[in-house]
Structures are given as structure tokens and as C-alpha cells.
């Protein structure tokens, strides 16, 4: 009985929550046995073998297009983008018990705890493997130490691409973004054209204007103030951190600068991309 405590503790002091959600006796049980329920969960989606597609990472701050590329280049290789800001708002949208709880943990401005991100993901890699999925592109997600660790047992990653932006760009560009308050659409009037002296590479964004009828219905979102988009970017830069050095000292990371807009930017990420694709997916993406 004393090991099984002692191993329980050890569960405990080493997972990433701060130890004041688990003063009592009875959050430490719950705890876990949450734990030893999640490594279950996570050892059924443990089939790295049936998966011979890419399973790829995307990184890079807010604002800086990952969504966008990821889902693009996740099409071109025939595998699901596997978003997950997505899996939260689903799981959110959702009256399951495990959906009531996410709810509540949000409503009180908690971040989410590791096990309840890593149940999700476990969960949709599993509905994957079952669905006979080859791979995937994985967006927002892992985000600690310790979530890249969970991802290593069960997955082969072999590449993580990094995007990265300057940071001054990456202001303007958030702050030219826009709403349409009709119809939803998304534009940005931000007209980018810095660079291209002292050798640093010359960005180019055009903006992307509505149409007429959306013209008079713009709107800003309320937290796209340059201080809050310069300190989501501060946070990012901090939170990120350990993320990439520890796929840099893998040597799967790639670095990769955005240069323009889809137009310029797409077909340069696909020459980086190619010579990590596996056969198969070249095989789909040239069909
Ligand atoms: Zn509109």
C-alpha cells in the first residue's frame, strides 16, 4: 500500500498543476486516478505503425497565418488538420458531462489543466486511427513540456515547423484586421510593404478588402488593441520556449519566415516541406 501512495505522490509532484488544486487528500486520489485513467486512454491511441502519413506540427505565434497553412498544406497531403482551439470548442459546444465540466473550468478563467487537453487530443487521435487516417497536422497544440512529452509516447513526430513573422508586421497585421458585422467575414486593410533594404528580406501583405457589402458593416474585435496584441505576442514568445527547444534539440524543428501573403508564401513553404513528405502523400498531392 505505502508504494502505490508513494507512486501516487510522485504522480502528483511531478504533474504540471499547481500543487494548490490538490491540497486535499481526496483532489490528490481524484487526481490520480485521472491520471492512470488518461494513460489508458492514451495507450488504446498508441498505433504509430498504422500511421505512415506525415505527423507534423505546425508552431508559430498568433497572427502569423499557422491556422491557415496548416489547413492548407494538410489538404494537399490527404490528412486532417487537427486544430486544437477546434477540439475545445466542440468539446464545449457539446451538453456531455466532460463538455459541462470544460465549460465551467473556462467560465472561472482557468487555463486548461494538461490531462483534460491530452484526453481531447487522446480522443481524436483514436477516432483517427479508427477512421483510418494516415497522419496528421497538428495546430495549437503542444503548448508545455509536458504535453510534448505525453505526444512523444504515442506519436512518431517528424517535423515541426516553425513560422515566424517580425514582430513589428505581425502588429500591423492584427491591428488591420476587421469584421464584417453582417455576414462575419474576416478581412484585413492593413497595406504591408516593409524591408527589402540591408539584405532583410522585403515583406509584402496586400490588404484584403470587403466588398461594397460589407464595406460600411466593419468592426473591430475588442482585443485587437496594439497592447493586448503585443502582450499575446510577449506571452506566446515565453510559453513557446521550451516547446521549440526541445524539438530544436530533437533536430526536427524548421524555422520557416513568412514572407508575404498565401500567393507568395504558400509555394515556398511546399519547397521546404517536400523532401520530409512520405511517398504516399506525394503520391495524393500530386493526384
Ligand atoms: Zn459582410
Not at 485521472?34 to 504509430?48: D, G, K, N, V
Amino acid at each position: 500500500m505505502r508504494a502505490t501512495a508513494a507512486a501516487a505522490r510522485r504522480l502528483v509532484s511531478h504533474s504540471p498543476l499547481s500543487s494548490s488544486a490538490f491540497r486535499s487528500p481526496w483532489a490528490r486520489h481524484a487526481h490520480a486516478a485521472a491520471q492512470s485513467e488518461l494513460s489508458e486512454t492514451w495507450s488504446s491511441t498508441r498505433s504509430p505503425s498504422s500511421r505512415t502519413g506525415p505527423q507534423w506540427i505546425f508552431l508559430g505565434c498568433p497572427g502569423v497565418g499557422k491556422g491557415t497553412y496548416a489547413s492548407r498544406l494538410a489538404k494537399f497531403l490527404g490528412v486532417p488538420h487537427i486544430a486544437m482551439g477546434d477540439l475545445v470548442r466542440q468539446e464545449l459546444s457539446e451538453p456531455t458531462p466532460s463538455g459541462l465540466k470544460l465549460k465551467q473550468l473556462m467560465n472561472e478563467g482557468k487555463l486548461l489543466p494538461d490531462n483534460v487537453i491530452l484526453e481531447l487530443l487522446a480522443k481524436r487521435l483514436e477516432a483517427g486511427t479508427v477512421a483510418g487516417e494516415t497522419g496528421f497536422i497538428l495546430d495549437g497544440f503542444p503548448r508545455t513540456r509536458s504535453q510534448v512529452e505525453a505526444l512523444d509516447k504515442v506519436t512518431d513526430i517528424e517535423l515541426v515547423l516553425n513560422l515566424r513573422l517580425r514582430e513589428d508586421v505581425l502588429v500591423m497585421k492584427c491591428l488591420g484586421r476587421r469584421i464584417c458585422s453582417g455576414c462575419g467575414t474576416n478581412y484585413n486593410i492593413a497595406n504591408i510593404d516593409v524591408g527589402g533594404e540591408n539584405g532583410a528580406p522585403r515583406i509584402f501583405m496586400p490588404p484584403l478588402l470587403p466588398p461594397p457589402s460589407c464595406a460600411n458593416k466593419l468592426i473591430i474585435r475588442a482585443d485587437d488593441t496594439e497592447e493586448v496584441v503585443r502582450a499575446r505576442l510577449n506571452f506566446y514568445a515565453e510559453e513557446s520556449k521550451p516547446v521549440e527547444n526541445y524539438y530544436r534539440a530533437q533536430e526536427k524543428l524548421m524555422d520557416f519566415d513568412v514572407i508575404g501573403g498565401i500567393p507568395e508564401t504558400w509555394p515556398k513553404l511546399l519547397d521546404v516541406v517536400r523532401p520530409f513528405m512520405p511517398e504516399e502523400s506525394l503520391s495524393v498531392a500530386a493526384a
